[in-house]
């Protein structure tokens, strides 16, 4: 199996398979592909955990469905491109070895990588337009990609070292970083520091990758220009 990335702001990925290699993705992700690979969709994808699997995706933000794409008799590419401004991180997972990403962070992976919920919790309608928080686990033994949004942070913490931020800037980190949701201290700073109510607390030992542009600042950059409703 051959990857590469192409692009910079809104980037492609592109794997090159050959018979008997496959990826696995979120249903409705595929971009292009050749006439060689061969696609199967179903929520009962034994790498994904079967149906019980399915479910966790679902929740977990990752779709019900997933799909399969393997190459035919002959060698095939397929391409799946960014959703959004940012970056395609290539990741390496074996036993032991995990990460927890952003909702929406899981784009494709061989088909030994395993999607599921690993952290919800409902925030309002001020930080993800009331969807809430969410994260997903990926684990197994291959190869996944993720997608970040914007620049990309990356930090190393100590252990006990606690890094808080806002939570829509939470791109990935490893599994052996604590995670909670914590509110903002000072009711000044609640009222009127516009910084929401809650921040991530991620404590060390382990790495985390921030994400510069966050789903609410993009919407929030796009309102004016877009139709307002007709008063009358």
């Given at each position: 199996?051959?990857?590469?990335?192409?692009?910079?702001?809104?980037?492609?990925?592109?794997?090159?398979?050959?018979?008997?290699?496959g990826?696995?993705?979120?249903?409705?992700?595929?971009?292009?592909?050749?006439?060689?690979?061969r696609?199967?969709?179903?929520?009962?994808?034994?790498?994904?955990?079967?149906?019980?699997?399915?479910?966790?995706?679902?929740?977990?933000?990752?779709?019900?469905?997933?799909?399969?794409?393997?190459?035919?008799?002959?060698?095939?590419?397929?391409?799946?491109?960014?959703?959004?401004?940012g970056?395609?991180?290539?990741?390496?997972?074996?036993?032991?070895?995990?990460y927890?990403?952003?909702?929406?962070?899981?784009?494709?992976?061989?088909?030994?990588?395993?999607?599921?919920?690993?952290?919800?919790?409902?925030?309002?309608?001020?930080?993800?337009?009331?969807?809430?928080?969410t994260?997903?686990?990926?684990?197994?033994?291959?190869?996944?990609?993720?997608?970040?949004?914007?620049?990309?942070?990356?930090?190393?913490?100590?252990?006990?070292?606690?890094?808080?931020?806002?939570?829509?800037?939470?791109?990935?980190?490893?599994?052996?970083v604590?995670?909670?949701?914590?509110?903002?201290?000072?009711?000044?700073?609640?009222?009127?520091?516009g910084?929401?109510l809650?921040?991530?607390?991620?404590?060390?030992?382990?790495?985390?990758?921030?994400?510069?542009?966050?789903?609410?600042?993009?919407?929030?950059?796009?309102?004016?220009?877009?139709?307002?409703?007709?008063?009358?």
């Amino acid at each position: 199996m051959d990857a590469r990335i192409i692009g910079t702001v809104m980037p492609v990925l592109e794997v090159s398979l050959i018979p008997g290699e496959g990826l696995v993705a979120e249903a409705g992700q595929l971009s292009w592909m050749t006439d060689s690979i061969r696609l199967h969709t179903s929520s009962r994808l034994s790498s994904s955990g079967g149906l019980l699997g399915a479910v966790k995706r679902a929740a977990a933000g990752a779709g019900w469905y997933m799909t399969e794409y393997t190459s035919s008799k002959y060698p095939g590419r397929v391409a799946f491109a960014a959703k959004l401004p940012g970056q395609i991180l290539p990741i390496g997972l074996e036993p032991g070895i995990e990460y927890l990403v952003h909702r929406h962070g899981f784009l494709c992976g061989t088909s030994d990588v395993r999607v599921t919920l690993s952290f919800q919790r409902r925030l309002g309608a001020g930080i993800f337009g009331g969807a809430g928080f969410t994260l997903q686990r990926l684990s197994g033994a291959g190869q996944a990609w993720v997608e970040l949004s914007g620049e990309v942070v990356q930090y190393t913490l100590a252990a006990g070292e606690t890094l808080r931020v806002h939570p829509g800037h939470v791109g990935m980190f490893d599994a052996t970083v604590g995670f909670d949701i914590t509110l903002l201290r000072g009711i000044r700073n609640i009222l009127f520091g516009g910084d929401g109510l809650f921040l991530a607390a991620l404590t060390g030992p382990g790495r985390v990758w921030l994400q510069s542009l966050t789903i609410s600042n993009l919407a929030h950059a796009l309102t004016p220009y877009l139709p307002q409703p007709n008063p009358n």
